[in-house]
């Protein structure tokens, strides 16, 4: 092998040559892919957390569950009673768990929808964000799906919205924007699950091999499903992933758009916009960007994992953060300027009541949350490789979007083109009790869901980091990567 | 035998109306509509499916109270209709109504919300009929249960009734023999109902150009059967 091509990686740097043994040591810090370890090791780290738990996650699961708890109860008694538990009236029908739902679903379009952009695109840092990503799809999706059926009125009636045979002959009506949000939600998250399944079978093989015996074993067995690693297995499974990263995008845009359909063909003004799907689309990135990064950050906090999840990582959903959040802002622009032209009587009331109104502090929070704070700070990449900034900056898109939800659903409402029938919604105690609930369904799903999968993709590690090295060609020292397909 | 073609219609006179709201009662009584409590009304949770809104004119000393009667408007292209994913609301196109089927209500809201007029009411809690006040329900009418939206149906039990009387004897239904309670309650006269296919009827010979008509919120397309007779200068 020539010096020039010769691959570095795993040996050990030649005393003399103390300027590359520093670069490579960089190199390695930086880049996860660069710095394998023995894939006994890389296992036996992931792998430990299912069969040992510490007195820090019972706590927060036992939190988490009993606020979950409170959730399903208050469900209950409000069914019981009947929505005037809510703060709902009469120009105000739709607020809080409405608003919550389109967060919640916002949140959940964009896991499944990064990671598969990541994958088709062979973004190669994407190996141990993938995983969490796909959860977070599934588990808010799921959490977002409640919201329909605790908003209704008659709960227990729900499936009269589903088109199933019965002896009256009447099926749901679809020319109602809510079937379509139905239809596409559950399309959604079927495809999502068995995506999420799909890039998880090899890891589920490896756990399966590691737990030799008890109940893990045959736990890991029936969901690995026969995956022995054969080359048509991989050749399969390949092909399978990517049709299927190919699929949910267009999936996941259409799912998003029909959310914003949902106010977007009604006609109650300021929802009436034809950007209304596009818009809620891009916001949903958005959010679901922010939320991934938290996640993220929580996990290998609480998990150990430094070694898998590095400041790379959060510097590229960080730039993932900052293209959306000016999507964002331009789609905004496009809602807020056509109605501001228009000078339309009942448009003109609600932009007032955002811009110097009772709305205003919300308004002026969410612009700066979801604009000032992100264009402020990320484009820096010195900022962005920090935790913590990242972070932040994520939690504030987290309210900043959640307050535009609410603005749209909750404050919108109140005002219509019959000033007498205005009206100001405040959230009442139900709502807040669920909304924590719902959060905290969240939590619960992932404390769970650490003890039963591997939440960091081995495989996909393994594989980008036999694919990338540390070459050099001259005194440069330079990262390489091998393609497979 | 087959019932003809209707469009049931309502005209309301403003320069008659005197807001004396004896028309909130007539469709309290007949419609077994739920008197909340007064926290609720507060909290914009007041259930009259015929109410007056009140707007006031000018600044003092030259300040004037007007009012409308409103109802539901019974649009031909109810915007409330195409967004419940149930049926549960829905056109009657021999009649040019808009029903409202309170059992097949699931309790999206999503009518109340893509309703201009904003006059569906929704049952927040079960309602609740103090003694004896639960005597005097109409047995015609059902009594809603919580979770359920309701609006003015234009007292389609009270038109049902005369189409079936006029049936068993055999005879064509006469104008006015169809009347809504709050239109019989009117003191004024202020309000008239009758079938606007029918070109001898009183609504047809008040609208033929009748340069006072209009319709609430015309531009927005959604076609109401209530017309209004633009008051004059006449209010309190």
Redesign the interface.
Known sequence: MSERAQILVGRPPQPEDREQAQQIAQAQERHLLLDPRPAEEMEESILRPLSRGSVWYWTALLILGGAVLVAGLTWLTQMY????LT????????AVYIANFVYFIGIGVAGTFISAVLRLLKFPWRAPVTRAAEMLTVFALATSGLF?LI????TW??Y??LPYPNQRG?W??Y?????WD?TAILIYLSSSVLYAWLAMLPDLGIARDRFEEGWRHRYFRILAAGWRGTEGQWRTLKTAITLFSLAIIPVMVFMHTIVGWDFA????PDWHSSVFGPYFVTGAILSGAAAVIIVLAIIRRALHLEYFVRPEHFDGLGKLLLVFSVAWAYMYFNDYLVPWYGQEPAAKVIQQLFERGAASPLWLLMLFSNILLPWATLWSRRLRTSVPVVVVVSLFVQVGMYLERYLIVAVT?GR??????W?QYTPHLAEILITIGAFSLIGFLFLVFVKLFPIIPMWEIQEGQMLHALRRIGALLVPTRAELD | MEFPNRRWTMIVDLDLCTGCSACVIACHAENNLPIVSER?VV????MHWIHL???WDGAYPRIQARFIP?MCQQCELA?C???????ATQHSEREHLNLQVYN???????C???D???VR??????PVFDEPLQQQLNPDVTVRS????EKCTFCVQRIRRAEERALVENRELGDGEAVPACVQTCPPSALVFGDLNDPESRVSRILENNPRSFRL?EH?GTEPSVYYLRGGESHV
């Open positions: 009673w009947g929505m005037g703060g709902l009236n009469r120009p105000v029908m739709w329909p908003h209704l009125g008659r009636k729900f009269w919205m009447v749901p009506s020319h109602s924007a809510l079937m139905m063909m009604a006609i109650q409402l219509n083109e019959l000033p007498f029938d009206g | 609720e909290r914009g949770r007041a809104e009140r707007y409103l915007p209709e195409p967004v419940c994913p149930v049926y097949r209500c699931v309790g999206t809201r999503y109340q919300n893509n201009p007029y904003k009411f929704f049952n927040f809690f079960d919580a979770g359920v939206m919120l927005l």
